[in-house]
């Protein structure tokens, strides 16, 4: 089974700085990857997904993510953060299950901006 | 990507009664899947429903406490049963996107608190 391993908990960095947030998956074949953010009180928004080809992935908000097959990972990384950046990140793995794609979550990242 | 509107936005009730959750969807879609978001943790696939089948539960989650109806492609709904205050959390609604994509995306949630 797919499994999906969010290091940091709880991340701070000042506006303007730049963000790496670290996911690393467990997954047999080749994953569908997924970054999701979750702002106070609303639902999960899609920021970007890789399923195939080019490993650099662009998202929405300016955020992309790197897949790399050798080390397991799918950081999200973005060059200057704003402070409406502060929210949940949830790293995801898709595996095929039964004709669908099953999606497991993390366990996210918290994200606080200071000015 | 698809719409998706939950019913209610959230609720407080007692232990012991019972809160359903709707789900409409703006297109037809195979399967929706619910979540659930306990306090301060990651998402949880509760169960897959597909139109006309009955729903597909995850371990540790049983029909007579979560039963779920799909009476077409655009409409689903969760009942949470006999409520404890363990079961104060958000509840999602999911769909996956275009045929294919393995991408999901979310309603904006309901949020249950049990007293």
């Known amino acids: 089974a797919q499994s999906v391993t969010q290091p940091d908990i709880h991340i701070t960095v000042s506006e303007g700085a730049s963000l790496e947030l670290r996911c690393n998956y467990s997954?047999?074949?080749?994953?569908?990857l997924f970054w999701y953010v979750q702002s106070p009180g609303q639902g999960l928004q899609l920021l970007l997904k890789?399923?195939?080809?080019?490993?650099l992935v662009q998202g929405i908000k300016g955020f992309e993510a790197e897949f790399k097959r050798s080390q397991s990972s799918f950081n999200l990384r973005k060059p200057s953060v704003h402070w409406s950046d502060a929210a949940e990140y949830f790293c995801?793995?898709?595996?095929?299950?039964?004709?669908?794609?099953?999606?497991?979550f993390g366990t996210g990242t918290k994200l606080q901006v200071i000015p | 990507s698809a719409v998706i509107s939950q019913k209610p936005s959230r609720d407080i009730c007692q232990r012991g009664t019972s809160l359903t959750i709707q789900c409409q969807v703006d297109?037809?879609?195979?399967?929706m899947f619910w979540y659930r978001q306990q306090p301060g943790q990651s998402l949880t696939l509760i169960a897959t429903?597909?139109?006309?089948?009955?729903?597909?539960?995850e371990s540790g989650f049983v029909i007579d406490k979560f039963p779920i109806s799909r009476p077409n492609l655009t409409f689903s709904t969760l009942t949470v049963s006999n409520l404890s205050p363990e079961d104060s959390s958000i509840y999602l609604c999911?769909?996956?996107?275009?045929?294919?994509?393995?991408?999901?995306?979310f309603g904006p949630g309901t949020r249950l608190l049990v007293l």
């Open positions: 429903a597909n139109q006309g089948s009955e729903a597909t539960y």
């Open positions: 997954y047999g074949a080749t994953p569908y």
């Open positions: 297109s037809q879609v195979t399967m």
């Open positions: 890789y399923f195939s080809g080019d490993t």
């Open positions: 995801a793995v898709g595996a095929s299950s039964g004709g669908y794609q099953k999606v497991t």
């Open positions: 999911s769909v996956v996107g275009l045929a294919g994509s393995g991408t999901q995306y």
